[in-house]
């Protein structure tokens, strides 16, 4: 089954994805990203007992949460939650 996952941080040569709404945190060694990876990136993962067996970008996904990001941060620079 493929999932969404986003890449949340890197810890030395492991990548940590968080897979799925309950955001399950997996460990995956970072060479098995695809070309171009990096943190706060989303992608189409398919998992096997826990294992990685296929990942792909998913840059509408990321386009998404990099467009809500902003507009988050642009409220709080306006003062929007102080009203």
């Known amino acids: 089954m493929v999932e969404k996952a986003v890449i949340d941080r890197f810890e ?3 990548a940590v994805l968080l897979v ?5 945190r997996i460990d995956i060694p970072r060479e ?8 706060g990136y989303w992608l189409q993962v398919e998992l096997e007992e ?4 296929y990942a ?3 840059p509408e ?3 998404r949460a990099k467009r809500r990001i902003l ?3 642009q409220r709080l620079r ?3 939650h102080l009203k």
Do not use: N, S, Y
């Open 71 to 73: 507009e988050k941060l």
């Open 20 to 24: 799925g709404e309950d955001e399950r």
């Open 50 to 53: 826990g294992q990685l067996v």
């Open 61 to 63: 996904e990321t386009m």
């Open 32 to 39: 098995c990203l695809p070309k171009g990876a990096r943190e």
């Open 78 to 80: 306006r003062g929007d």
């Open 12 to 14: 030395g040569g492991l």
């Open 56 to 58: 792909a970008l998913d």
